[in-house]
């Protein structure tokens, strides 16, 4: 996993309020902790993802920053699509990024199912 600046300074945040969204409050910590986790899952045993595009459809929120800086952590690209499009623009974009593993929200797991481009790549939960 990735050395970032933003990554060393949080840890000397430890305790403090990160992150107050609709799921909860949530410290320094409790990102460090589940952005690395995420980051384990998306590297699935590699060194580091070297650039490889992450997309992403997740909600503003939580699970938002934690795939983000999962993705940064591990070397990636990260590619958010915004959940107000359809179908076929979630697919242009996909498509069009190169991306190599396709991240969902529980909530938009239907609406990522029904994007064609998302069939040829690894798909991953915020599970």
């Known amino acids: 996993m990735r050395d970032l600046p933003l990554v060393a300074r949080a ?25 690395e986790r995420a ?4 590297l699935a045993g ?24 999962a993705v940064w952590r591990a070397g ?18 996909v498509r069009d990024a190169g991306a190599e593993t396709v991240v969902g929200h529980r909530a938009l797991l239907e609406k990522l199912r029904a994007v064609p481009a998302v069939a040829g790549r690894r798909l991953v939960t915020t599970e």
């Open 46 to 69: 590699r060194r580091d993802l070297a650039e490889a595009r992450i997309a992403f459809l997740v909600p503003p929120g939580w699970h938002y920053v934690v795939v983000q800086w």
């Open 76 to 93: 990636g690209v990260a590619v958010p699509l915004a959940t107000s499009h359809p179908p076929a623009e979630l697919d242009y974009a």
């Open 39 to 42: 980051a384990s899952v998306l």
């Open 11 to 35: 840890t000397t945040h430890g305790g403090r309020l990160a992150i107050a969204a609709p799921e909860g409050r949530f410290t320094y910590r409790d990102l460090l902790g589940a952005s």
